[in-house]
């Protein structure tokens, strides 16, 4: 496929162009920072957008899919109204541009932060997953919340559209394990998205995963990796920090909280690295 991917040059995004190219798709670099071979595109304005997803000169006449990663990547990194512009208007103009170019397959970065993060308020129950309305706590996720309506919509105006929101935890790297270890002296430190992350490939494959589901309309899935960032148990994680909220179910010795059942069932995702691997200490 001919795949367009905004904000390739994060961290998620480059082990995305990295794993789709590998899987032998073109894949082109949407970014405000890019350079050739990459895309300058600035996705705030709908014009720059729209052109973009329709055709580049030199580059493609059509593309098959979009991948939307670009946005200000976490509260705390600009103010907060600035986080909320940014990343809906960016969201908007991809979604509207990717209709309005007969793109119908269309896969973007939601948030774990739907999930409640940072759990404040104690989650409902233990292991969360998809089934309970979202609860965002910061504007940053007030934005995802907005991304994960407008989808729905469009797809609704679209029956042909596919759209597919993951909300990715944490995202890490390999060189980020090393600080893992130190973790441990506290679980209270890591609570805040219940000791979850994502190995950035694992990131790439579930991007994959959803670009080949084929059922038109909007879903959405949480993607973190299967086990925590935590050397003890789950359950006893669980116990100590939220001794309150409900388990729903016996726990696997590092489980992870964040429950990927869906993405397993539905899109075929499976993660295949962790901190834990011998590769990575």
């Given amino acids: 496929m001919r795949i367009a991917v905004t904000g390739g040059t994060g961290k998620l995004g480059r082990a995305v162009v990295a794993g789709l190219r590998e899987s ?5 670099n949407l970014d405000v920072a890019a350079q050739r071979p990459d895309i300058r595109v600035d996705l705030t304005d709908y014009g720059q957008t729209l052109s973009a997803l329709t055709a580049v000169d030199d580059r493609y006449s059509s593309l098959d899919a979009v991948v939307h990663l670009a946005a200000v990547p976490a509260p705390g990194v600009t103010t907060n109204a600035a986080t909320f512009h940014n990343n809906i208007t ?4 991809v979604f509207a541009a990717a209709a309005a170019a007969g793109i119908d ?7 774990e932060t739907l999930l409640g993060i940072p759990f404040e308020t104690p989650p409902p129950y233990i292991p969360l997953d998809e089934e309970y309305p979202a609860r965002p706590e910061w504007h940053y996720a007030l934005a995802k919340h907005l991304e994960e309506t ?3 919509q469009f797809c609704r105006w679209h029956p042909a559209l596919k759209m597919i929101g993951l909300r990715f935890s944490n995202v890490m790297e390999p060189a980020d394990y090393a600080e893992f270890p130190s973790f441990d ?3 209270h430190a890591r609570k805040w998205n219940l000791w979850g992350y994502i190995d950035a490939r694992d990131g790439a494959q579930a991007v994959r995963k959803a670009l080949d589901y084929s059922t038109p309309g909007v879903e959405i899935f949480i993607i973190a990796n299967a086990d925590t960032v935590m050397s003890r148990s ?3 994680l669980a116990a100590e920090v939220y001794p309150d909220v409900p388990v729903t179910r016996e726990l696997g010795e590092h489980e992870t909280l964040l429950s990927i059942e869906k993405a ?3 899109l075929g995702y499976e993660p295949q690295h962790s901190w834990r691997d011998a590769d990575h200490l």
């Fill in 264 to 266: 397993r069932r539905l």
């Fill in 185 to 187: 002296a506290d679980p």
């Fill in 24 to 28: 032998g798709d073109q894949v082109f």
């Fill in 150 to 152: 407008m989808a729905a």
């Fill in 90 to 93: 960016a969201t908007y103009n």
């Fill in 234 to 236: 789950s359950a006893s």
């Fill in 105 to 111: 397959n269309v896969v973007w970065a939601s948030s």
